[in-house]
């Protein structure tokens, strides 16, 4: 089981919804990420939140909202998607040490309809 | 800039024999490596990293790398591959300046009964 936790596992939602994913740790890791990845593809970064303020945005749509309410938690608000957001988004989470590994959470499915 | 390349889509190998999943890298300065596996609808788990010291490094479940100055690689292998072994598996190195890991394309291992 993973140390990183992510809700919902699915969300289905559409193009004019409101919603949010949710990911928490317990570790004291202090840098956390959101990764988008699309089928047998490599996860792409899309935030990195250091010490609980955004360090890295990839140029990722204002549609997709970041939050970092504390050291444990992060969520990603979603609004007006398009249907080719729908992807599996996953969280990770490290210590802030370069030789530290990235620890994964089981993602969230989402579509987008 | 950081980068790791996986030139193999896909490794087809029959159970009980050794696997080898190939990855080169560029990077300046000395590499953080990490090798990953993703089960399906799965997050990535971390399997073992390099950062310093014995060219060969034991990872979880039967996994090791070899890590290659002169040939910048980081092949990851098992002496004995399983059946329950098939996976994506993902090469990355991390950027030592930045909370950034770039990972590699994938490799779709098929271990066959």
């Known amino acids: 089981d993973t140390e990183v936790t992510q809700t919902p596992k699915h969300l289905v939602m559409g193009m004019t919804n409101k919603k949010s994913l949710k990911c928490e740790q317990h570790?004291?890791?202090?840098?956390m990420y959101w990764y988008k990845q699309k089928a047998k593809k490599p996860p792409e970064l899309m935030f990195v939140?250091?010490?609980?303020?955004?360090?890295i945005n990839e140029s990722v749509p204002s549609r997709f909202s970041p939050e970092c309410p504390n050291s444990s938690l992060l969520n990603l608000h979603l609004h007006a998607l398009q249907p080719e957001d729908s992807a599996l988004y996953l969280c990770?989470?490290?210590?802030?040490?370069?030789?530290?590994?990235?620890?994964f959470g089981n993602g969230t499915r989402l579509t987008v309809t | 800039a950081q980068s790791v390349a996986q030139p193999e889509d896909q490794v087809n190998v029959a159970e009980g024999n050794p696997l080898t999943v190939k990855c080169t890298y560029s990077?300046?300065?000395?590499?953080?490596l990490f090798w990953y596996v993703q089960y399906p609808n799965r997050g990535l788990q971390f399997l073992l990293k390099?950062?310093?010291?014995?060219?060969l490094v034991k990872g979880s479940y039967g996994f090791e790398a070899e890590f290659n100055k002169s040939q910048t690689s980081f092949h990851l292998k098992k002496p004995s591959a399983l059946v329950s072994d098939s996976a994506l598996y993902f090469c990355?190195?991390?950027?030592?300046?930045?909370?950034?890991?770039?990972f590699g394309s994938g490799t779709k291992l098929n271990v066959k009964p």
């Open positions: 990770a989470s490290s210590l802030y040490d370069p030789d530290s590994p990235l620890h």
């Open positions: 570790m004291g890791h202090r840098a």
């Open positions: 939140y250091s010490y609980e303020k955004l360090s």
């Open positions: 990077v300046s300065g000395n590499p953080y």
């Open positions: 390099y950062i310093t010291g014995d060219n």
């Open positions: 990355a190195v991390r950027d030592r300046n930045f909370n950034k890991f770039y």
